[in-house]
């Protein structure tokens, strides 16, 4: 399956501070699917990115899908509390998913 | 009702035994799919099926086993718990008629193999 990389596992931020990750592939990508999952949940859908260059919102998220399909980012303006949990990009080939490892947002009151 | 339902939520076994855990839903879905999650490993694709006829490995099938009962249903089974099959369980469904393809999860299954 595509893999994908999010670098770092964990990041802490400060309510009300902008937070950014970004999702890198080696290889182009068909598409790529933003879940969030919050602490002691299931991971839940967030949107799906499909063209080269589209960009998404959502509320205080913004996703985008990179030039060449090999990169994406999620960008969450003025984090809250409610942010936090594991944010996971995902590949998607032939329909089936490979999840990486994702990266979990704490958020400091 | 969820729209995913899995059963048991919570399941403790011994080494060796042959557990069962069961996914169902409710929301028409062709795709069916079982992931395990584990402490800093994300989630895992054990094993997914694009229909009832379709049963296919992913990349972690080894030790387990799977049955699509029908189009709502897909359960896996362990034939021989170890415990390092210790995880969370998911199962998630998706459709292939429509233009996204997003998974919805069910709630999961804690396994503990002791």
Known sequence: GQQVMQIPQYQHVQEGEDFTTYCNSSTTLSNIQWYKQRPGGHPVFLIQLVKSGEVKKQKRLTFQFGEAKKNSSLHITATQTTDVGTYFCVAGANSKLTFGKGITLSVRP | ?114
């Not at chain 2, 795709?31 to 994300?42: A, C, I, K, N, S």
């Open chain 2, 1 to 114: 009702d969820a729209d995913v339902t899995q059963t048991p939520r919570n399941r403790i076994t011994k080494t060796g035994k042959r557990i069962m855990l069961e996914c169902s839903q409710t929301k028409g879905h062709d795709r069916m799919y079982w992931y395990r999650q584990d402490p800093g490993l994300g989630l895992r694709l054990i094993y997914y099926s694009f229909d009832v006829k379709d049963i296919n490995k992913g990349e972690i099938s080894d030790g387990y086993s799977v049955s699509r009962q029908a189009q709502a249903k897909f359960s896996l089974s362990l034939e021989s718990a170890i415990p390092n099959q210790t995880a969370l369980y998911f199962c998630a469904t998706s459709d292939s008629q429509t233009g996204s393809y997003g998974y919805t999860f069910g709630s999961g299954t804690r396994l503990t193999v002791v």
